[in-house]
T-cell receptor
Framework: SQQGEEDPQALSIQEGENATMNCSYK?????LQWYRQNSGRGLVHLIL?????REKHSGRLRVTLDTSKKSSSLLITASRAADTASYFC?????????FGTGTSLTVIP | DGGITQSPKYLFRKEGQNVTLSCEQN?????MYWYRQDPGQGLRLIYY???????QKGDIAEGYSVSREKKESFPLTVTSAQKNPTAFYLC????????????FGQGTRLTVV
């Protein structure tokens, strides 16, 4: 399977703290993307980082990519209760999207 | 508003029945995908289509069938051959080209009764 893996599987933090989740994958990629899923809903795209990029920012989100280690991390700074959701990485090769197993984030008010 | 619509939101199937899940998009996207999500797990690819009248099997295609007669529509049929169909099904679409994001519908929760 080309499915990636996120860790930790679950993360619980206090509001205002930073949350970091990691993604490891196995194959070469065109880009890596992070998505958010609220319970029982579809996935929403957060950020895309290309294979030749090392770091990218979008608002409170910071993504890093290390293609030599086949890993990526997503940092959410100054977390809010509304950030509570599951977060998935997706590795993209051609038009194929391979989603990881997800990290369930709970932000405690 | 442009988007991708899945229906119904909830679907109940009796043992031995075929059911069809609808996925429609008005984003003019070329590629469409069906994923299955089981509780606490990631998404697994069932089928995908890059162009009208063409589709390919994903990792878990057994017991499922699809069609792509129109660019806007990519229905998924869960057949009686699928032994464990209870799951959350997600449809997605992407525009042509590399480095594009996927747009998802809100999902259909299928339960076997």
């Amino acid at each position: 399977s080309q499915q990636g893996e996120e860790d930790p599987q679950a993360l619980s933090i206090q509001e205002g703290e930073n949350a970091t989740m990691n993604c490891s994958y196995k194959t070469s990629i065109n880009n890596l993307q992070w998505y958010r899923q609220n319970s029982g809903r579809g996935l929403v795209h957060l950020i895309l980082i290309r294979s030749n990029e090392r770091e990218k920012h979008s608002g409170r989100l910071r993504v890093t990519l290390d293609t030599s280690k086949k890993s990526s991390s997503l940092l959410i700074t100054a977390s809010r209760a509304a950030d509570t959701a599951s977060y998935f990485c997706a590795t993209v090769t051609g038009n194929q999207f391979y989603f990881g197993t997800g990290t369930s984030l709970t932000v405690i008010p | 508003d442009g988007g991708i619509t899945q229906s119904p939101k909830y679907l109940f199937r009796k043992e031995g029945q075929n059911v069809t899940l609808s996925c429609e998009q008005n984003l003019n996207h070329d590629a469409m995908y069906w994923y299955r999500q089981d509780p606490g797990q990631g998404l697994r690819l069932i089928y995908y289509s890059q162009i009208v009248n063409d589709f390919q099997k994903g990792d878990i295609a057994e017991g499922y069938s699809v069609s792509r007669e129109k660019k806007e529509s990519f229905p998924l049929t869960v057949t009686s051959a699928q032994k464990n169909p209870t799951a959350f099904y997600l449809c997605a679409s992407t525009p042509q080209g590399y480095n594009t994001e996927a747009f998802f519908g809100q999902g259909t929760r299928l339960t076997v009764v």
